[in-house]
């Protein structure tokens, strides 16, 4: 949400490996906020549902439990692709939990923050097909996730999906932007990001920011439309292609990300956006009332 800050140092997050087999054993349903399921009509596809109650807000344990998911699944050679969904009504996912920065530390919201980057990294680096089946709204980070899949189907209604951060006095972050801009371009991006534009799911088609629009019954299923005329290539070159094509843009993050969450912590603790927040906070409140 914030711009990059460059600097020397850095940590660092492993990409996974194409080849990489990982221990199935995190592959029990035990997670809170993420359940992980094979699908029922393709035996090499997992189902992946956010269902953090009330509308999918992404605290750091949900973006801990997406990354472990996704991390599990690349390394299960049981699985080819993934749909990543929701299993709450009307919302894929309202984006980063506003109270895991209002009131928090520094040392909390780096953490947080951390965690976001590790999801991020581990879902758009991801070796297997990945498909958000974006079954209601969708912005900030619903709209990461579902940008960093291979493909989005959307569901028709009085839905959006958008990198909204300026309408609440952030900016959304270089690698955020990226990508962003590798889907729909720099023009569209350009537009999108300053005006903080929710899409529709007309709108959103229109762009490419989606991919489909279907009526909700038919968010599953065309997914797996998609995931058949993948899986038909042949899955070392496809995933190996994909990574190619996403490496540059995971290294700009991975080559700061200390700089990147330091910044971010520093900016979220000023008592002009702690100020900002909690009226934002305070309006969702009546608003839910």
């Known amino acids: 949400m914030l711009p990059q800050?460059?600097?020397?140092?850095c940590l660092r997050l492993r990409l996974l490996p194409i080849t990489s087999v990982g221990n199935p054993r995190w592959f029990s349903n035990d997670q809170n906020y993420?359940?992980?399921?094979?699908?029922?009509?393709?035996?090499?596809?997992?189902?992946?549902?956010?269902?953090?109650?009330?509308?999918?807000?992404l605290c750091s344990d949900h973006l801990q439990e997406l990354a472990t998911a996704f991390e599990g699944l690349a390394?299960?050679?049981?699985?080819?692709?993934?749909i990543l969904t929701s299993g709450l009504p009307g919302i894929f996912s309202a984006g980063l939990d506003l109270l895991s920065m209002y009131g928090r530390t520094y040392d909390e919201i780096y953490a947080f923050w951390s965690s976001f980057q590790k999801a991020w990294i581990t879902l758009y680096g991801n070796p297997l097909i990945t498909?958000?089946?974006i079954n209601g709204n969708s912005p900030a980070g619903g709209c990461l996730?579902?940008?960093?899949?291979d493909h989005r189907v959307m569901a028709e209604g009085k839905y959006g999906i958008g990198l909204n951060e300026t309408k609440v006095g952030i900016v959304a972050p270089i690698w955020m932007k990226n990508t962003m801009q590798n889907v729909i371009g720099f023009r569209e991006t350009d537009r999108a990001l300053q005006e903080g534009k929710m899409f529709t799911p007309p709108q959103a088609k229109e762009i490419g920011l989606v991919?489909?629009?279907?009526?909700?019954?038919?968010?599953?299923?065309?997914?797996?439309?998609?995931?058949?005329?993948?899986?038909k290539l042949p899955y070392g070159?496809?995933?190996?292609?994909?990574?190619?094509?996403?490496?540059?843009?995971?290294?700009?993050?991975?080559s700061k990300l200390h700089q990147d969450a330091d910044f971010t912590a520093n900016f979220l603790t000023q008592d002009v956006f702690q100020n900002a927040l909690e009226k934002y906070v305070q309006a969702l409140a009546k608003k839910s009332k």
Do not use: H, W
């Open 75 to 82: 390394g299960n050679k049981k699985y080819k692709a993934a």
């Open 145 to 149: 996730l579902a940008l960093s899949c």
């Open 131 to 133: 498909v958000a089946g």
């Open 237 to 254: 070159p496809r995933s190996l292609t994909k990574q190619m094509m996403r490496q540059d843009t995971i290294n700009q993050l991975q």
């Open 34 to 57: 993420v359940k992980v399921e094979q699908d029922s009509e393709m035996e090499n596809v997992a189902i992946v549902t956010m269902q953090k109650k009330p509308v999918n807000s």
């Open 211 to 231: 991919d489909v629009v279907a009526p909700m019954d038919q968010i599953i299923p065309s997914c797996r439309e998609f995931i058949k005329d993948y899986l």
């Open 5 to 9: 800050q460059i600097g020397r140092g």
